[in-house]
Structure formats: C-alpha cells, structure tokens
C-alpha cells in the first residue's frame, strides 16, 4: 500500500510542473488535460526545458566527456537536443546509429556500444566516422581487423572491462559483476589479455578503458568501488581516456532521493584522485537526463472493484509502452492532471488494456477518490525506458511524443496507426 495518500510529492514532476488556481497541471505551459484531447492517450509528454538543463548539467560537469545513454529515449528531435547542448551520444546498435545520425548528431561525438556488433553495424560505423567503439568481445577485434584489412579506416577504441563490483540496483540491470555478458573481466585476466591484443594491433588504436556498474543506481559508493577496482588496470597502460559509463539513480516514488549528476560528478572525480588515475573521465548518462522530464497520459477505461479483495482502475495503455513494472517490479506513482494538487486517498491497481494478468502499471496507487471512466490519469518520471522500450503488443499502436516548451506542443514523434501494424506485412 502507498506510504502516504497525501498529493504527489512535486519533485517528481518535470521542472516547469505548475497549477493553477484549481488544481490543474501545466507543464512547460500547456495543459496536461487538453493535450489528452488534442493529442490523444496514452501521450508521453516531455519538458523540454528540463531536458536541456539536465543536459547542462553534464557537459557542465564533465565537458566534453558527457555523452547521452540513447537507449533511455531517442528519436530526431532528442539526438538534435543533445546535440545542441554540446553533449556527445551513445548508441548500442545500428538502428539506435541511424536515428542519431538522423537527428543531426556529429558522429565524432557518437560513442558504439553493444555486446555483440555485427559486421554491417561496425562497417556502418566507420564510414560514419564513429568517434568511439567500445570493444566488447575478441570476436568484435576480429571483425575490426577483417574490415581494416579491407580498407575500413583505423577507429580509436575504449576496452570495456567487467571490474566485479555489484551495483546495489535489479539484478537484471547490473553488468559491472563478473557474471556478466558485458566485456572483459578484470579477475579473470580477461582484460589485461584483451588491452595485449589491442595495443599490438595495427586494426585499432587503443585509447581507453569503459566500465558500467550498472542501472538506476542510487549508492554513490558503488561508483567510487567501480574505480578502485580498475585503478590497478587503467594505471599501468597510461590510456587517456577512461570512461565509467552510466548508471545514475532516479527518484520514481515517494520517500526516493537521489543524488544530482553535480554530485555523481564530484565523487567520481575524488574517487580518480584517490585512485591515482589522471585519464580524461567520460560518463554516459541517460536515465538521469530524461526520466524526471516526462509524464505519460492515460485515459481510463473500467472502474472495476471486486468486493473484498481490490479495486482494478484499466487505462488504454500498459505493458506496450511501460514495461519496466512487468520487468523489474519498477513502482511508479499516479496522479490526476484535473486534480494534481489533491490529496489521494483511494487506492487502486492501475491495470493496461493487455491479455495478461501480470499487465500492471502501478500496484496500489494513490488517486483522488472521485477517479472515474473518463478521467486522464498520469505517471510521473516515464521519460526513461518507456518509449524505447513500447511495443505492439496485442497489436496496438505505440503512442505518441510531444516535447512542451514556452506553452507550446510540438508532437516530435507520431502516433502509430491501424495501417502503420501491416506496413512490415506482405
């Protein structure tokens, strides 16, 4: 049950959150309400001032060496966002390098990640002129030195090193331990066997070491562990660069602090100093950039209440387009656009529209308790992980996304429609 039923706490809405004399919210300056009926629902709104301040916060404290994490969110309009605010981006696959290039990003300030690049994805790169691949595998440096043999051009490469820290975070989202798919483990002598490789190939030019502890990370000291461990590996090969990925907390529900980038910022630098590493120190995050900038607009469909047991609330969305409750058991809180300033004391099961029982949004929400069919419920911080990961499941088209600023809308990305289902048939 929620600890409180009091109304949503404020820091969980985008920065230009503001109400009006009877409760409604705005975000930067349009309604939440009529963009339901203008737009449609589910909606996924971003402030896109609080977009841009994010981003401004990591280049101001890492310069050049902030990159956005593109799997967080990414369309056009994101890519030429970041892009704008002098941060550089990363990207995992081929798909997520398109669109980034699409939304105008410079491709030396593009960073490759992935497990498991395939040929046509590394070959795409370096026409590209990718500033960065991060080589995951023995298998990659193949493929590296196949296309360089070929005539590719000699791309500048980090090693991503597992360094066996286990993030205090879902163990589906850790990836420093050394039961991960990611990279080369440090204990193991895997690394140090890899940087051997790699500095006597002609194929790539070594210029740094990337390790990633994991997600939505809270305990600032797993970071500062993260560089202990590497600081006996990065130290004797004298690499520039050393990147320590992403992996920064946010707070979804209520009781949930985290720390600002500033402050990630700050303890990764003294952890470095302590350390003895004098790499430039680059960092990739994403979650923290837009998870708080977006809220996501439901309508609600069925008010049903089972005597004794609950209160089932379905909305026209779900597991398509959040799937991270069905995933990881990710708690969320919800709210009322008409009402965001009451105090909530009705307590629901927020259900999607999907054939599956385990198809829920939010257990044991918070609402007003004048809910009813019709009304736009929303869920704060959805800017992360919800779009990127949405799909058509039980075929239903994925929503739209509209960035608000100065009291206007513009839909960035576009509704999916009946047809847009069969586009791929033949």
Same mark, same amino acid.
């Given at each position: 049950?929620?600890?409180?039923?009091?109304?949503?706490?404020?820091?969980?809405?985008?920065?230009?959150? %503001?109400?009006?004399?009877?409760g409604?919210?705005?975000?930067?300056?349009?309604?939440?309400?009529?963009?339901?009926?203008?737009h449609?629902?589910?909606?996924?709104?971003?402030?896109?001032?609080?977009?841009?301040?994010?981003?401004?916060?990591?280049?101001?404290?890492?310069?050049?060496?902030?990159?956005?994490?593109?799997?967080?969110?990414?369309?056009?309009?994101?890519?030429?966002?970041?892009?704008?605010?002098?941060?550089?981006?990363?990207?995992?696959?081929?798909?997520?390098?398109?669109?980034?290039?699409?939304?105008?990003?410079?491709?030396?300030?593009?960073?490759?990640?992935?497990?498991?690049?395939?040929?046509?994805?590394?070959?795409?790169?370096?026409?590209?002129?990718?500033?960065?691949?991060? +080589?995951?595998?023995?298998?990659?440096?193949?493929?590296?030195?196949? *296309?360089?043999?070929?005539?590719?051009?000699?791309?500048?490469?980090?090693?991503?090193?597992?360094?066996?820290?286990?993030?205090?975070?879902?163990?589906?989202v850790?990836?420093?331990?050394? @039961?991960?798919?990611?990279?080369?483990?440090?204990?193991?002598?895997?690394?140090?066997?890899?940087?051997?490789?790699?500095?006597?190939?002609?194929?790539?030019? *070594? +210029?740094?070491?990337?390790a990633?502890?994991?997600?939505?990370?809270?305990?600032?000291? %797993?970071?500062?562990?993260?560089?202990?461990?590497l600081?006996?590996?990065?130290?004797?090969?004298?690499?520039?660069?050393?990147?320590?990925g992403?992996?920064?907390?946010?707070?979804?529900?209520?009781?949930?602090?985290?720390?600002?980038?500033?402050?990630?910022?700050?303890?990764?630098?003294?952890?470095?100093?302590?350390?003895?590493?004098?790499?430039?120190l680059?960092?990739?995050?994403?979650?923290?950039?837009?998870?708080?900038?977006?809220?996501?607009?439901?309508t609600?469909?069925?008010?049903?209440? +089972?005597?004794?047991?609950r209160?089932?609330?379905?909305?026209?969305?779900?597991?398509?387009?959040?799937?991270?409750?069905?995933?990881y058991?990710?708690?969320?809180?919800?709210?009322?656009?008409?009402?965001? @300033?009451?105090?909530?004391?009705?307590?629901?099961?927020?259900?999607?529209?999907?054939?599956?029982s385990? @198809? *829920?949004i939010?257990?044991?929400?918070?609402?007003?308790? @004048? +809910?009813?069919?019709?009304?736009?419920?929303?869920?704060?911080?959805?800017?992360?992980?919800?779009? %990127?990961?949405?799909?058509?499941?039980n075929?239903?088209?994925?929503?739209?996304?509209?960035?608000?600023?100065?009291?206007?809308?513009?839909?960035?990305?576009?509704?999916?429609?009946?047809?847009?289902?069969?586009?791929?048939?033949?």
């Amino acid at each position: 049950m929620p600890s409180s039923r009091g109304p949503l706490p404020p820091h969980l809405l985008p920065l230009t959150a %503001s109400f009006d004399p009877s409760g409604r919210l705005s975000v930067g300056g349009v309604d939440l309400c009529e963009l339901a009926v203008e737009h449609g629902t589910p909606l996924f709104v971003y402030d896109e001032l609080h977009l841009r301040k994010r981003c401004r916060e990591a280049v101001a404290a890492f310069g050049e060496g902030a990159s956005y994490a593109s799997k967080a969110f990414l369309c056009k309009a994101m890519a030429s966002l970041v892009a704008e605010e002098g941060m550089g981006i990363d990207v995992a696959t081929g798909g997520e390098l398109h669109v980034a290039l699409a939304g105008g990003a410079d491709p030396g300030r593009i960073v490759l990640h992935g497990n498991n690049k395939s040929t046509d994805e590394l070959s795409t790169a370096l026409e590209a002129g990718v500033g960065r691949i991060v +080589v995951d595998s023995h298998d990659e440096l193949d493929r590296l030195e196949d *296309l360089v043999a070929g005539g590719a051009r000699v791309p500048q490469v980090l090693l991503r090193v597992t360094p066996g820290v286990e993030a205090h975070t879902h163990v589906y989202v850790q990836t420093g331990q050394d @039961d991960s798919k990611f990279g080369f483990t440090l204990s193991t002598g895997a690394a140090a066997t890899a940087a051997d490789r790699a500095t006597a190939s002609r194929a790539v030019d *070594l +210029v740094g070491v990337h390790a990633h502890i994991g997600s939505n990370v809270f305990a600032l000291s %797993s970071f500062a562990l993260a560089v202990e461990a590497l600081a006996g590996f990065v130290g004797p090969l004298g690499l520039p660069e050393l990147s320590l990925g992403g992996g920064l907390g946010v707070a979804y529900v209520e009781g949930e602090e985290t720390p600002s980038i500033t402050e990630w910022g700050g303890v990764l630098r003294r952890a470095c100093a302590a350390a003895g590493i004098t790499a430039r120190l680059a960092v990739e995050p994403g979650r923290s950039i837009v998870a708080g900038a977006a809220v996501t607009l439901y309508t609600v469909g069925t008010v049903k209440e +089972v005597a004794g047991v609950r209160t089932f609330l379905a909305v026209d969305g779900g597991m398509s387009d959040n799937p991270r409750p069905v995933l990881y058991g990710s708690g969320y809180e919800t709210f009322l656009p008409r009402a965001a @300033d009451a105090a909530r004391p009705f307590a629901a099961h927020v259900v999607g529209k999907h054939c599956e029982s385990g @198809d *829920l949004i939010v257990r044991d929400a918070a609402l007003p308790a @004048d +809910v009813a069919v019709g009304d736009v419920l929303a869920t704060p911080v959805t800017g992360a992980y919800g779009h %990127s990961m949405a799909s058509n499941y039980n075929k239903v088209p994925r929503p739209a996304v509209v960035f608000v600023a100065d009291g206007e809308a513009r839909l960035v990305v576009r509704r999916e429609t009946l047809d847009d289902l069969l586009r791929l048939d033949l």
